[in-house]
T-cell receptor
Framework: TQLLEQSPQFLSIQEGENLTVYCNSS?????LQWYRQEPGEGPVLLVT?????EVKKLKRLTFQFGDARKDSSLHITAAQPGDTGLYLC????????????FGKGTTLSVSS | NAGVTQTPKFQVLKTGQSMTLQCAQD?????MYWYRQDPGMGLRLIYY???????DKGEVPNGYNVSRLNKREFSLRLESAAPSQTSVYFC??????????????FGPGTRLTVL
């Protein structure tokens, strides 16, 4: 079974702080997605990265895909209480797209 | 557009009982998925249907069966529920299935407790 690790598992910060969440594997991803999930709801897609070294920005969120396509990071600048939620990465490990794995998630709490 | 809908939202079963979780999408998507989410375990794929008429096992298929009734509907059946199947179940759909991950649209989830 492919293992996709996320860190940290929990993060509690004050409004205005910056943070980074990591998603790592010993295997190469064909592509990777980041989702955000609020309590009582299903996950919602934030971004998809496909190319090694790719950087995507979504307002205060910056997503980076490692050059070797084995890792990814999500950086939030000046966190706000509205950023609170569970952040999940999901990766595909083969060209057929049949090995879809979600990480266990990072629970972020931003207090004002 | 309702997106992905799931019924029921909550369910309590006794060990050994059976039930079917219903899922429907109105986005004309080809691929549909069933996941379970447990505390500290993230989302784990139970079964998926890459296209109408096909179904395949995911990471944790034991104890479950699925039916792709038509392009819109994908149901998950628990034939004999066990306490280990207590979880939140999510249905999702995407335009297509393939190595370039397509956006998955998730339903609101079904919270199942097996006593």
């Amino acid at each position: 079974t492919q293992l996709l690790e996320q860190s940290p598992q929990f993060l509690s910060i004050q409004e205005g702080e910056n943070l980074t969440v990591y998603c790592n594997s010993s295997s190469v991803f064909s592509s990777l997605q980041w989702y955000r999930q609020e309590p009582g709801e299903g996950p919602v897609l934030l971004v998809t990265v496909v190319t090694g070294g790719e950087v995507k920005k979504l307002k205060r969120l910056t997503f980076q895909f490692g050059d070797a396509r084995k890792d990814s990071s999500l950086h939030i600048t000046a966190a706000q209480p509205g950023d609170t939620g569970l952040y999940l990465c999901a990766g595909v490990f083969n060209q057929a797209g049949t090995a879809l794995i979600f990480g266990k998630g990072t629970t972020l709490s931003v207090s004002s | 557009n309702a997106g992905v809908t799931q019924t029921p939202k909550f369910q309590v079963l006794k060990t050994g009982q059976s039930m079917t979780l219903q899922c429907a999408q109105d986005m004309n998507h080809n691929s549909m998925y069933w996941y379970r989410q447990d505390p500290g375990m993230g989302l784990r794929l139970i079964y998926y249907s890459a296209s109408e008429g096909t179904t395949d096992k995911g990471e944790v298929p034991n104890g479950y069966n699925v039916s792709r009734l038509n392009k819109r509907e994908f149901s998950l059946r628990l034939e004999s529920a066990a306490p280990s199947q207590t979880s939140v179940y999510f249905c999702a759909s995407s335009e297509v299935w393939g190595w370039r991950l397509r956006e998955q649209f998730f339903g609101p989830g079904t919270r199942l407790t097996v006593l």
